[in-house]
């Protein structure tokens, strides 16, 4: 029976996305329990206002909110009475399975690493979500939690990624790539040729070389490691261009009589290609490598993603992947 502490009051729309959503995830997710940690006074309001009954959440009462602009050093000292520093701290005490926010990313990973430590040999969490592809979904890492990385932790991000995929489906030796901007060897920052050099020689990965970004969606790899900073680039460039087509379709067919009615035979594979595209349906990106379950959602999460990300969450839950990875890594 997953447990799941949702950081009500984070992101940039708080209670109207993850009450929603919570609300959902209880009705369609069997045997769900969730805790929704905020202000008490506001989620009662929000459940008054949407008609949600608060009697099916566990409340937890927190009188501060952790600002999107925060350092994680001042979050850190001053912010242990947050929604997020106090789901982090159930999970730490094993009050819940897992944790799912959409806030300040920095104070996120500042506080799962400090309350909850790392799995043995990990020196940083990195955030992984799937990519989707035509013959099923890729990794990638990271994508917002280191913006500075070592050669060893694009390895370690490498490592990581190759136990997820291990552990999601069985593959026995994943392919991983490093993400770049060609495929010879020359190519890239001295970062990339020196994190490429180290995963040539490491046996417990099996490393195919590099991807471009137009490679993202090929299925060329299982895994495709990045340093923070391009990954999180490359994931909202990704996303923008989802929107982007979905919003042109849409206009395309309700700009003239002729386009309304293209639109209704093709509307069923237009739904299909709005699924496959749509970035809610992805949301959530696992923070790998912690002694537990923390899913970052959007900033921006609306209901429909803020969903996702809690559901994202009880399947890593219910997989117990914070264990499988540490038993992959230590065969590795």
């Known amino acids: 029976m997953p447990s799941i502490a949702i950081d009500a009051m984070s ?19 069997p045997h769900l329990k969730l805790t929704l940690l905020g202000q008490k006074h506001a989620i009662l309001d929000e459940c008054q206002r949407r008609s949600v009954d608060p009697a099916l959440f566990t ?14 050093a001042v979050v850190l000292r001053k912010k242990q009475d947050s929604s997020m520093w106090r789901a982090i701290e159930l999970l730490r005490d094993g009050q819940v399975d897992g944790v799912v926010s959409a806030g300040n990313t920095g104070a996120l990973v500042a ?8 799995l043995p040999g990990i020196r940083r969490p990195a955030m992984c979500a799937p990519l989707p592809g035509e013959k099923g979904d890729t990794y990638m890492l990271d994508l917002g939690a280191n913006v500075d990385c070592r050669p060893e932790e694009l390895l370690q991000f490498a490592q990581m990624g190759s136990a997820l995929v291990a552990c999601l489906k069985g593959a026995a030796k994943p392919r991983v790539a490093l993400l770049n901007i060609g495929e010879e060897a020359g190519k890239g920052t001295e970062l990339v040729r020196e994190a490429a050099a180290l995963l040539e020689g490491e046996a417990g990965v099996n490393f195919t070389g590099y ?16 340093d923070g900073f391009v990954g999180n680039v490359a994931l909202k460039v990704c996303e923008g261009t989802a929107s982007y087509i979905g919003r042109q379709l849409k206009n395309r067919f309700s700009d003239s009589w002729y386009g309304m009615l293209s639109g209704l035979f093709v509307q069923p594979l237009l739904k299909d290609f709005k699924n496959d595209i ?27 993603s803020f969903y996702s990300a809690i559901r994202h969450a009880a399947r890593a839950v219910e997989q117990e992947l914070p264990r499988r990875i540490a038993e992959q890594l230590t065969q590795s």
Do not use: W
């Open 111 to 118: 506080i799962s690493r400090f309350q909850l430590q790392c």
């Open 11 to 29: 992101g940039d729309h708080g209670l109207r996305s993850s009450l929603p959503a919570a609300a959902k995830a209880i009705a369609e997710i």
């Open 211 to 226: 991807v471009e970004g137009f490679d993202l969606f090929t299925n060329r790899a299982d895994v495709i490691v990045c």
């Open 278 to 304: 749509n970035p809610d349906e992805y949301n959530g990106a696992a923070l790998l490598g912690l002694n537990g379950v923390v899913v970052k959602s959007h900033g921006s999460s609306s209901k429909k």
């Open 59 to 72: 409340l937890i009462d927190t009188p501060d909110v952790i600002g999107m602009e925060e350092s994680p």
